[in-house]
């Protein structure tokens, strides 16, 4: 069955420094998102991203945030100069359509601990 | 405003027996979709089953059921036969928005422990 595909698994960062996540989504989805669950929490939506830009950002989704899609296949989720509570889990997802339910997929996510 | 309430943090049932797990939703589009979404310790999101706003018919997915009670805006999550690898985090989710802009709004969910 056809997935999404994130790495790292884990990532410990400095405050303050840069990093990227990065989803490989679903080779013929078309529509790509990123969540957030802090430790504990409910998972929130950040940011939605379709046809090769950004169709919806969440409050949280400030300018330390950026998404892009490289090239076809990657989608990537950069935190410019990271807090503490950037600590979470961060979720890649894809969608072929809006309308069906069973085609949203979740990656299995990557850990971001900021230290 | 669109939001989903999931009034049970934490829920006990013994194996092979069935459970409820509740989910309430308020949104003013006609158009919407309904998730359920299985956490266990290890993080991932796991897709349980999925019911459309107007979808006659409640969802089944194997063990699992969607009680869809739209007069009610409930979508109730049932869960036949608990089996032990049951045990995690319920997420219940509603996707709202048309189009490039759809995502998805989540409740606080309900931690399963399914007892032997």
């Known amino acids: 069955e056809p997935e999404v595909t994130q790495t790292p698994s884990h990532q410990v960062t400095q405050m303050g420094q840069e990093v990227i996540l990065r989803c490989v989504p679903i080779s013929n989805h078309l529509y790509f998102y990123w969540y957030r669950q802090i430790l504990g929490q409910k998972v929130e939506f950040l940011v939605s991203f379709y046809n090769n830009e950004i169709s919806e950002k969440s409050e949280i989704f400030d300018d330390q945030f950026s998404v892009e899609r490289p090239d076809g296949s990657n989608f990537t989720l950069k935190i410019r100069s990271t807090k503490l509570e950037d600590s979470a889990m961060y979720f890649c997802?894809?969608?072929?359509?809006?309308?069906?339910?069973?085609?949203?997929?979740f990656g299995s996510g990557t850990r971001l601990t900021v230290v | 405003a669109q939001k989903i309430t999931q009034t049970q943090p934490g829920m006990f049932v013994q194996e092979k027996e069935a459970v409820t797990l509740d989910c309430t939703y308020d949104t003013s589009d006609p158009s919407y979709g309904l998730f359920w979404y299985k956490q266990p310790s290890s993080g991932e999101m796991i897709f349980l089953i999925y019911q459309g706003s107007y979808d006659q018919q409640n969802a089944t997915e194997g063990r699992y059921s969607l009680n869809f009670q739209k007069a009610r805006k409930s979508a109730n999550l049932v869960i036949s036969a608990s089996q032990l690898g049951d045990s995690a985090m319920y997420f219940c989710?509603?996707?709202?928005?048309?189009?490039?802009?759809?995502?998805?709004?989540f409740g606080t969910g309900t931690l399963l422990a399914v007892q032997p």
């Open positions: 997802a894809s969608s072929l359509t809006f309308l069906q339910g069973g085609d949203y997929t």
């Open positions: 989710a509603m996707r709202v928005g048309g189009g490039a802009t759809n995502k998805l709004i």
